[in-house]
């Protein structure tokens, strides 16, 4: 099945990143939320985004145009209903995603596949809230959409081979490389092999061993890695970072994963990262 019209739900940085993709992959798109203020909120990023790329020559005001001429904003979920493919990409609570799931259920025809962009929750207990668990399936892009190559598919205990086989086409069509697991998996691949990395820059820090400029330079020299873990987790969101943590050291009951105190107390006080203002990074 070509995917022709996707649907998604959550105008978060994630969200309204894949819903730019498609439209710049040529699909009309329509991305939902529940408030006016927070669709406005991120269709004005994407706005600027896109005239900021305008400025630096990469594309033309035609482009531009002609990509936001494919994307619909909305606060209503029932449009689902004309769509052949939703991703949903709220925020990392299990109950919010399965009455969202269940919702949809209600909403689409029985041949739509419902995907979940989470990064470490069930992808089978989301999918019990659904009469369709053959066709929910994990579908987890990486920050920032547009540009990371990598969309991890994670199959669910029930879900078929050919929503596994759709959703990796419909990744290709939108110029991504997917990769998909042997069976269920919290977190997927790269997000468990990260966390411990991510968890124990964090110690680090919190041990007073280095500042997190020195911590991120030392890793990207010494371990040729692009980006530094601590700006990484500024980027991924404190709040993120955490929820992920502790569904991975609640499934997997391994210390490896158990959320260090300092991420729990920044998010206490708001410290979630780029998206706050401040995290280990002060923006």
Not at 75 to 95: Q, R, S, W
Not at 107 to 123: D, F, G, K, R
Request: charge should be negative; hydrophobic fraction near 40%; proline fraction near 4%.
């Amino acid at each position: 099945m070509d995917i022709k019209k996707p649907f998604v739900v959550g105008a978060g940085i994630m969200g309204s990143g894949v819903g730019q993709l498609c439209a710049q992959q040529g699909l009309e798109v329509t991305v939902a939320d529940i408030s006016d203020e927070l669709i406005q909120k991120a269709e004005g990023k994407i706005k600027a985004g896109l005239a900021r790329r305008i400025e630096k020559g990469k594309i033309s005001q035609e482009d531009m145009d002609s990509v936001l001429s494919r994307m619909n904003w909305s606060t209503n979920l029932d449009i689902a209903g004309e769509c052949d493919f939703v991703l949903e990409a709220i925020y990392e609570d299990l109950g919010a995603k399965q009455e969202l799931f269940r919702k949809l259920d209600s909403i689409c025809t029985p041949e739509t596949i419902l995907a979940t962009n989470t990064t470490a929750l069930s992808v089978s207990e989301i999918a019990s809230a659904t009469s369709r668990p053959d066709k929910v399936i994990g579908m987890h892009f990486f920050n920032p959409a547009v540009i990371m190559k990598l969309v991890e598919i994670i199959r669910g205990d029930n879900t078929s081979e050919e929503t596994i086989e759709t959703t990796r086409m419909f990744a290709e069509s939108l110029g991504k490389i997917p990769i998909t697991t042997a069976k269920e998996a919290p977190a997927g691949i790269v997000s468990r092999v990260l966390a411990g990395l991510l968890n124990e820059a964090a110690a680090v820090y919190a041990d007073g061993v280095a500042s997190p400029e020195d911590i991120d330079e030392a890793m990207k020299l010494g371990a040729g890695l692009p980006m530094g873990p601590l700006a990484l987790i500024d980027m991924i969101g404190l709040d993120i970072h955490l929820a992920k943590m502790e569904t991975l050291y609640e499934k997997l009951e391994d210390e490896r994963y158990k959320p260090p105190e300092i991420i729990k107390k920044m998010v206490a006080e708001g410290k979630l990262g780029k998206k706050a203002g401040e995290g280990f990074y002060k923006y």
